[in-house]
Every structure is written in C-alpha cells, then in structure tokens.
C-alpha cells in the first residue's frame, strides 16, 4: 500500500486540526501526521502532504528549513500542499497554475481586475502566493495546493507578528481576528485530496 505523510506545523492550532481532519477522511490510504520538528526522515513515503499556516503568501520558517533539508528527497515524490490562511483573490489577468486548486468556500475568493485590486490583493493572490510557493521549495512543483480559512489569535503569535498583525486588522478588514476554520470545507478539500492520492 502506498504511504502518505501529513507534515505540519502550526501556531494558533488550526493547521494541525486540519491535519487530523485530513487524515480521518483518507480512508484506506496508509496516513502518518507528524509536527514539522518530530519529522527525522520522509523515507519510504510515496506521498508528502505539507501544512503550513500562510506568513507573507509562503511557508512558516520551519516548514521552509524542512523543505531545504528534504529537497532532493521530495523531489522523487507527490507533493501536496495545504495551507491555513485568512485572505485569498484572483487576478483576472493571472495565468493559472499547473496544479489541482482546492480553495475553501467560506474564503469567497472574489476574482478582480489589476484595476480594482488594491495593493493588499496583489500580494494576497492565487498567482503572488504560486510565486512564493515556487521561490520557497527552489521550484519542486506540487501536485496539489488547498487553502483553508483558518484563525488569527493575536495572544498566540510572537510580539512581532502579534505587532504586525494588530497594524493589519487596523487597516483592513479582510483579515480579522477570530475563529473561521470550517470542518466541513476540510473534509470536502480532503476528499479532493484523497483523489490525488490514488
Ligand atoms: C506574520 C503573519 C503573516 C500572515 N500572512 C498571511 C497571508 O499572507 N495570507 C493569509 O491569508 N493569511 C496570513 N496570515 C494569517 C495566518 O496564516 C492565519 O492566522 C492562520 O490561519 C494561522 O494558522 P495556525 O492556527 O495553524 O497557526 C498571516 C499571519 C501572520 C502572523
């Protein structure tokens, strides 16, 4: 039977209750889960899946020093992505990526002009994030990406990003504080998922 691992790391909780809720739906398919510092080796897994809470349109730190080390070895497998994010818009004139898209419902991703987009929007957009993807695993290309609506608690993140995202949550309102991880988009995200795996 072919193996998966779920990768993740996680600091307000939501990505690591997504990697439950993946694993659950992943019937009949051997599923391992483990926190981004507990990984010691991706042998002997055919797919690895990689969650990370979204900072700047890309990866955590640690997700992206896990990427470094692993690169060649990742290389040789199915890459899927998910991420645990707040905002999400797609530019009209954006190609579209060579990759199966999940992206939650209750994110209702508006699709806008280079016109009508403010500057927030060019860096929140599917293509701008696809970029940083690229950027951040030196070109390994996924074979999936899902983005899930997640949480901002600010009593969980450091006093900088805590800083950072106050200055945010001030200036706009399509990133706000609170709990938005939806169960169910999970769960239909993972059944799209679980296609890939087969
Ligand atoms: C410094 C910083 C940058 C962020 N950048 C983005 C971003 O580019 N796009 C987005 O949708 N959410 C962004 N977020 C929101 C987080 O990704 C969101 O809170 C996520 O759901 C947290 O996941 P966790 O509960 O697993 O920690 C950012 C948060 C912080 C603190």
Redesign the pocket.
């Known amino acids: 039977m072919k193996k998966t691992l779920i990768v993740?790391?996680?600091?307000?909780?939501?990505?690591?209750?997504?990697a439950e809720i993946i694993r659950d739906e992943m019937e009949n398919i051997s599923v391992s889960i483990k926190p981004v510092d507990k990984v010691e080796s991706i042998d002997g897994y055919d797919t690895v899946i990689i969650?990370?809470?979204?900072?700047?349109?890309?990866f955590?730190a640690k997700i992206k020093k896990f990427i470094k080390k692993n690169r060649d070895e990742l290389a040789s497998k199915k890459i899927i992505l998910y991420?645990?994010?707040?905002?999400?818009v797609k530019l009209k004139e954006e190609e579209k990526p060579a990759a199966t898209f999940y992206i939650d419902p209750t994110?209702n991703i508006q699709t806008l002009s280079r016109k009508e987009a403010t500057s927030m929007d060019k860096?929140?957009s599917i293509g701008c994030?696809y970029k940083a993807i690229l950027k951040q695993t030196s070109g390994l290309v996924p074979d999936t990406i899902a983005?899930?609506?997640?949480?901002?608690?600010l009593q969980?993140?450091n006093i900088?990003?805590?800083l950072?995202?106050k200055i945010?949550v001030s200036l706009t309102t399509k990133?706000r504080v609170g709990e938005?991880?939806n169960r169910d988009s999970v769960k239909e995200g993972a059944a799209v998922l679980r296609q890939r795996l087969r």
Do not use: A, Q
């Open positions: 993740f790391d996680t600091v307000s909780g939501s990505t690591r209750e997504m969650g990370s809470p979204i900072r700047f349109g890309g955590t991420f645990s994010s707040l905002y999400i994110l860096t929140h994030y983005y899930f609506n997640g949480r901002l608690d969980k993140l900088f990003f805590r950072f995202m945010v990133e938005f991880l």
